[in-house]
């Protein structure tokens, strides 16, 4: 048996038709372009989204701090209450 008497028995293929878009007579010689622009620039998106995880953050401190925590909400931002906390964590007081 030879390579010979496989190829032959193989149809070639045929290339399918490409499906064209539907446009006016006038715009059949122009190509199509796709214009790709940001309404917001990356750099600002991601200073945003930044700003909404530190935003978020506080929201949740003030939230467990001062609604489950029964405390002051605002004490939950405050350096004074950090350090209370890290103090006991260390063992100073």
Partial sequence: MTNESKSESRQP?????????KRSEKNQDK???WYNFRLIPI???ILLVLVLLI????????????????????DALKQDTWQH?????NGKE
């Fill in 31 to 33: 190509p199509i372009r």
């Fill in 55 to 74: 935003v978020a953050g506080a929201a949740g401190l003030m939230i467990g701090y001062g609604v489950i925590g029964s405390g002051e909400p605002l």
């Fill in 85 to 89: 906390m890290l103090d006991i964590i």
């Fill in 13 to 21: 293929k045929v290339p399918q038709k490409e499906k064209k878009e």
């Fill in 43 to 45: 750099w600002l998106r």
